[in-house]
């Protein structure tokens, strides 16, 4: 019997999702939000930023989300670090793995973090230390991998040498982000053959926005590129700040019904997870999310509901 590879399904929709929502959403909320996750059989879950409270101020109570959160044995915690300060509440707050953050191009670094990559890449140094000394995980997010909403295209090349500098740093992870969801399955091929060639294969995740719809198709490029780790919003939820017009992740739902079918195991239960999007939908944004399997999911139980009635 042939056995299929596991994939890590990363969620990202309290820190990528709810960066960019535009209204205030009560810490209590997040706390729900990022302990239905977890109990989903969601693994890695990215639950907040400690970036500036100006700049993010969505997330300004990462502190608080990050202190709180109820904890589960093999459940690993990450939240976004720029720089030392970062770090610091990081560590002040207990969560297991540090995500630091550098874009692929100049321009979108200058308007993310207000330095040029060189310098980010040097306020990373110390944070590096720090947390081998301290155990703590560390992943990075190269931005802009499939094209830059200010430069345009972004040559894999320079993706290549970013990603290997990053592991020379000390990093476990490296988490490729196609920030304005422009990539094509061919483009995240190459990218991936790219890549793998400057750092080891299965320190490769991707973050796939799906502004263009085709963040499901580039998931399973990379699938069979070889990549096994894939963060995704519940629901499509989120977009990046500083990238005007990029959507949200690849949606969660989609990307464990996609895998499951194929009989490759992600470990999260998807009714859960749906009945988790479905919480979030009503009882907090009071809206609809893009995701499409937790459409055709809900709306199939909602046709049950009133066939039986
Ligand atoms: P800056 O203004 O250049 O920072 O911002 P500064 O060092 O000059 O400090 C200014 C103030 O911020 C000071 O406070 C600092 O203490 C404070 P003041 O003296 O004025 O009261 N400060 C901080 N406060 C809290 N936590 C910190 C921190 N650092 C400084 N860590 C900075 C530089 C990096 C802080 C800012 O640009 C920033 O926070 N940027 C974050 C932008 C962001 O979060 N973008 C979205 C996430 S990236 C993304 O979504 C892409 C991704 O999903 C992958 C993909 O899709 O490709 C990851
Ligand atoms: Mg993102």
């Known amino acids: 019997?042939?056995?299929?590879?596991?994939?890590?399904?990363?969620?990202?929709?309290?820190?990528?999702?709810?960066?960019?929502?535009?209204?205030?959403?009560?810490?209590?909320?997040?706390?729900?939000?990022?302990?239905?996750?977890?109990?989903?059989?969601?693994?890695?879950?990215?639950?907040?930023?400690f970036v500036s409270p100006h700049w993010i101020p969505q997330l300004a109570d990462a502190d608080e989300v990050a202190g709180r959160a109820a904890r589960y044995d093999g459940v690993r915690y990450s939240a976004l670090v720029p720089n030392l300060k970062g770090y610091e509440r990081l560590r002040a707050a207990g969560l297991a793995v540090a995500a630091l953050f550098v874009s692929a191009s100049e321009t979108h670094n200058r308007k993310n973090v207000n330095c040029g990559i060189a310098e980010s890449l040097e306020r990373f140094r110390p944070v590096a230390e720090r947390a081998r000394a301290d155990g703590v995980g560390l992943r990075a997010y190269v931005s802009t991998v499939c094209g830059c909403p200010y430069e345009g295209a972004v040559a894999a090349e320079k993706v290549a040498e970013l990603a290997a500098k990053l592991i020379a740093l000390g990093v476990d992870e490296i988490s490729l982000g196609d920030t304005i969801g422009i990539g094509h399955p061919g483009q995240v091929r190459e990218l991936v053959r790219t890549v793998s060639s400057a750092v080891p294969l299965s320190r490769i995740a991707l973050h796939l926005h799906d502004t263009y719809g085709r963040a499901l198709a580039n998931v399973q490029a990379g699938y069979e590129t070889g990549v096994r780790t894939f963060d995704a919003s519940l629901g499509g939820l989120g977009?990046?700040?500083?990238?005007?017009?990029?959507?949200?992740?690849?949606?969660?739902?989609?990307?464990?019904?996609?895998?499951?079918?194929?009989?490759?195991?992600?470990?999260?239960?998807?009714?859960?997870?749906?009945?988790?999007?479905?919480?979030?939908?009503?009882h907090v944004l009071e809206r609809l999310l893009p995701g499409r399997v937790l459409r055709a999911r809900l709306g199939l139980r909602d046709r049950t509901r009133r066939g039986a009635a």
């Open 1 to 49: 019997m042939t056995v299929q590879p596991a994939v890590v399904v990363y969620e990202v929709g309290p820190r990528d999702g709810l960066q960019n929502e535009p209204e205030a959403i009560a810490t209590a909320d997040k706390l729900e939000l990022v302990d239905r996750l977890a109990r989903s059989g969601l693994c890695r879950i990215e639950i907040t930023s």
């Open 239 to 282: 977009g990046c700040p500083y990238a005007p017009g990029a959507s949200g992740n690849v949606a969660t739902e989609d990307v464990v019904d996609l895998f499951e079918r194929a009989g490759v195991a992600t470990g999260v239960d998807l009714s859960a997870l749906v009945d988790t999007t479905a919480w979030l939908e009503a």
